[in-house]
């Protein structure tokens, strides 16, 4: 049996029941994935209210982009295999453990790619590029207004935008959401909830208006900005987060000589999967030079699948929310030497430190490897220590005389606890942020002791920057931490850590 998140009565994501279903078995044309991560879009939100236009049969799971592990493949698939890295557009069924999804819509993992980017690439690059490149005819020089431009495909599309030579206006509705456009950058940042948003464009654009806007928001936000294009513009219509589909006089085409045009990039890809193909390779070459990289607002268990959805709901993401279903088979494949370098030439270093400037500096970094500490020797002064410390006398960690007797590695072994207790030391070295007015270690949200340490063995910490959540100059800081002891294959600790840091 699987766990799987499931919808067995429509409604919002409260109705969804975490459940256990039988394992999956692939038709001759079907994949098998062991899920890795789940990316969050748009119509997952949908579809559980059953407002989008693909209906499942009853009861499913959503989640409609995944990355993983090949379990098993019908007869006819050839392109992959079992225990391939894959990416797929499964449509629905990826907030579960395993998900059947038909071969041509599952990609090889390009290399180096970690899991989570890997479920956050094709939906929402793959929409803005064939939005921007072939229904905008977006050219280097023009001026491109994104919409909502800190959601999904929002934020791609000011990636892309910049990439195509354009000059990229955001617009979205507060300051946290502007400041990542401007980091993924955004020239010009329009807050679209406050007064005077065509005055702005126009001061911005010199009174010529805007050549193409890229809008998936809809309803209100839709007229004012039609009303701010330029002769001979294209305006883009890619979807209506915002609830209310906007209905507009046609007369205003035809004043501004403007050309209207939807984008159904699923559409595309049925209908011309060449081109589509071209596209997803064009991206992946932006991807493997480092030109483009989703912004993760935060990964969730898969048990929290549904407050994923409430946070897509409440406008609280920026970028991509991912669910992460397989938590140890992400570990093991964290993204390659080739983005930590291009993070690494972001990120000032001093006396072996990294030195970064905010909370938004840090959440950018995502991915970062910030280093590996020096060795520590758990000498038995550092055991009796931490046992004073904590009042737990086991004979195994103090008692010397018959640890030589009873343990089973003839000596006294460390506490896990203890050598956890170093992670301070070795963080203070990594790294420091120079807006912090307070930093405090705050916790662990996971730990695994998975071997002995044992005394006098030598320790050292590697360290990964996994995420940063801000809230209110707040920032909760999440540090994918490996333990190892000097000659010893396992790990003897894995852990998430939590610093919380105050601005
Ligand atoms: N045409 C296609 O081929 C295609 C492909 C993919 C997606 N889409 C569509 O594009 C739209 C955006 O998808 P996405 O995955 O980027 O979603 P998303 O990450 O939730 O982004 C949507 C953005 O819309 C803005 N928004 C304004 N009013 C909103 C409201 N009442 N509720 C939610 N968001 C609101 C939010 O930004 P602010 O808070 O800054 O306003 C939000 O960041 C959806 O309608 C989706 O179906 C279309």
Redesign the pocket.
Known sequence: MIKAVLCKSFGDPDQLVIDQIAELTPDDNEVIIQVVACSV???DTLMIKNMYQFKPEMPFSPGGEVSGIIKSVGSAVKHVKQGDKVFALCGWGGFAEEVKVIAKRVFPMPEGMDFITASSVM??YG?SFHALKDRGYLKEGETLLVL?A?????LAAVELGKIMGATVIAA???DE?LLICKEKGADHIIN?SEEGFRDKIKTITNGKGVDVIYD??G?QYTEPALRSIAYNGRYLV??????KIPEIALNLALLKSCAITG????QFAEKEPGLNMKNLQQLANYFQKGQLKPHIYKTYPLEEAPVALWD??N?K?IGKAVVLVNEEANRSNPPIQKVEKSEVSEVQQKDGKFIFKNLHHLKQSYGLKLGTSDWVTMDQSKINDFARATEDFQWIHVDTERAKSESPFGKTIAHGFNVLAFSPKFLYAMFDIESAKLSLNYGCNKVRFMSPIIVDSKVRMHAILKETEIENGRGKVFIDVTFEAQGQDKPICVAELISMVIE
């Open positions: 879009n748009y119509p939906y929402n929409t909502g800190a959601g999904g495909v929002g979205a509705s507060n959401k679209y998936p928001v309803d890619v979807g209506f987060a915002a609830g984008v159904f990039w699923g897509m709901i406008r993401v």
